[in-house]
């Protein structure tokens, strides 16, 4: 884990505008600087980036924090890995807590998939297989393909190369057999599999000389772990946030060829199934996924576990499948893109996608089948929110052709509730809670006299400020320039309204509580009289009711 001092060594290192200007164009707008939001689409920059306040806010989509924020969001990566791109872009040591755990080097690998890389070029039967797929030079370059030759020459080169054997064997370049050292990759096509951070942590190879396994990844190790990694996510992540889609095929070559056919958003599972780890990964961007599968057998049963899971994950997007022996490479092969076009945009819906699966394994001409395919797909329907269930209760009646009684989902009622903010906006409560949060020294102060309760339409806003004071709301509230910036006297001031404001409803809602006996509504309408008297002299009080 990277230690606290080290970060906060390397946030001193930080300027958000030089961080932010090195991903986007930013202009000098007065005090700040002002772009088009990288975030979502816009015309008009309402993307505000404030070097006194080392923060950024849009007052398009309300995303906002600090330079280590931004990167996160950018470049899709979580909070060490932004830590440790920032510390390498500005030339920062890091420190991390346990200094008996070795960070693991990757040199060694670096080195290996560039000397893959020169082998492929003059390697003439892995060349010829890999153009005769339709794949051109570009490709090639751009997914490093490469080529992985006899073991012993893999072995000479890590040891000429002075190269560290124990690094290698811990990332799954060579390993220890009966007869000594031995290369894992051997007379295959390469395909090097980076991480999110955009390190290489592994490899996948094709055999060109006839070994029994056709596909190989390396093993699991503390950087590769296949059920964690998809193929192209590296090249595929801004195309993926960008289109709000992502494809998800079965293989390398249809991830190169899709993006070679302008598809930049497919990516590959690593030889397996989708599973469970892969939804973290997949989620980043929320995009709609499109699961692009063959239709075979393996395809098609593939594709069902894959929707059951990103149905119960309440994924968007459906199920392509790919009939007569097809699959995408050979589409973008055969220079089909328009249709490609067209099946990725109208996918199967995951939902009925399964309905329809588990149908198709049962006569439904007898009757005792039927019954078998309506119990299997109302178990099914029953694992799904209320509202799908709901909605696809019709759907399954009709392909069972039986009356939507027979369907007995779970009997849940769910309220829908309008999620639009209706509060209205009050602008002198902002500018008290702007004030607090650009001098910081004064909450103590505030404190003394206010409480969240006191303001009538953004509570929550000064709660942030006690609680969540890296909410991206509060940097909206920072960055406006329409909300004033009080002074001491002038906050002061609008405390004292503030006050006088809520002390006068309290004042009436005591009137009329019948719940409080006659001397203690008296005596509290005494104190909020005294108190409003204060205010209106010019003093704050503490809350003493």
């Known amino acids: 884990m990277i230690t606290k001092d080290s970060i906060e060594n390397l946030k001193n290192h930080l300027d958000v505008v030089d961080v932010i200007s090195q991903f986007i164009e930013v202009k000098k707008s007065g005090a700040n600087f002002k772009a088009c939001c990288p975030f979502h689409g816009e015309k008009t920059p309402s993307f505000v980036i404030s070097p006194a306040k080392q923060i950024y806010h849009c007052f398009g989509c309300g995303v906002g924090g600090d330079a280590i924020k931004f ?25 991390y807590d346990n200094n008996n755990e070795k960070k693991q080097d990757t040199k060694v690998i670096e080195e290996v998939n560039k000397y893959y890389q020169k082998l492929f070029i003059g390697e003439h039967t892995a060349k010829e297989y890999i153009l005769s797929r339709g794949i051109s030079e570009f490709s090639i370059e751009k997914f490093e393909i490469g080529y992985a030759p006899s073991s012993s020459q893999t072995i000479g080169f890590l040891k000429t190369n002075f190269l560290n054997l124990g690094d290698a064997q811990e990332l799954g370049i060579i390993d220890t057999g009966a007869n000594g050292l031995y290369a894992r990759f051997i007379e295959r096509i390469t395909f090097p599999i980076y991480a999110l951070n955009g390190k290489i942590v592994g490899f996948g190879g094709r055999t060109i000389t006839g070994h029994n396994a056709k596909y190989v990844n ?78 075979d057998s393996a395809g098609l049963n593939a594709a069902y576990k894959a929707s059951v899971m990103l149905s119960h994950g309440n994924f968007e997007g459906g199920v392509v499948i790919f009939g007569q022996g097809l699959d995408p490479a050979d589409m973008v092969k055969d220079k089909r893109i328009n249709e490609l076009n067209a099946i990725f945009s109208n996918p199967k819906p995951f939902i009925p996608f399964v309905i329809d699966f588990i149908i198709a394994k049962y006569d439904l001409s007898d009757p005792q ?83 969240a309760s006191m303001f009538e339409y953004h509570k929550s806003e000064f709660e942030m400020l006690l609680y969540d004071k890296e909410n991206p709301q509060l940097n909206g509230i920072l960055l406006n320039e329409q909300l004033e910036n009080y002074d001491d006297e002038r906050l002061s001031s609008e405390l004292r309204i503030l006050l006088i404001k809520f002390y006068e409803k309290k004042q009436n809602a005591i009137k009329y509580d019948e719940n409080l006996e006659h001397n203690e509504k008296k005596n509290l309408i005494v104190k909020i009289r005294d108190n409003i008297m204060q205010l209106r002299k010019g003093k704050l009080i503490s809350y003493n009711l």
């Open 71 to 95: 990167v996160m969001e950018y470049e899709k990566l979580s909070y060490p890995e932004a830590i440790e791109k920032l510390a390498s872009m500005h030339n920062v040591s890091l420190s």
């Open 218 to 295: 390396s093993p699991q190790t503390k950087l590769f772990n296949k059920s964690r990694l998809l193929y192209g996510y590296n090249l595929a992540k801004d195309a993926i946030y960008k289109k709000h889609e992502i494809i998800i095929t079965e293989g390398y070559l249809d991830v190169i060829m899709l993006h070679q056919a302008g598809f930049e958003n497919a990516v590959a599972t690593l030889g397996t199934a989708l599973t469970q780890e892969h939804l973290p990964l997949i989620r980043r961007g929320e995009p709609k996924v499109i699961v692009a599968y063959d239709g």
């Open 369 to 451: 089948n039927k019954q078998k395919a309506l119990q299997e797909t109302n178990d099914y329907l029953k694992t799904l929110n209320p509202i799908f269930q709901d909605e696809y209760k019709r759907y399954l009646a009709s392909r069972l052709n039986v009356n939507e009684k027979f369907i007995k989902v779970q009997n849940q009622k769910q309220e829908i509730r309008n999620n639009v903010q209706l509060s209205k906006i009050d602008i002198a409560e902002l500018c008290i809670i702007k004030s607090i949060a650009d001098t910081p020294k004064r909450l103590d102060t505030v404190l003394d006299v206010v409480d």
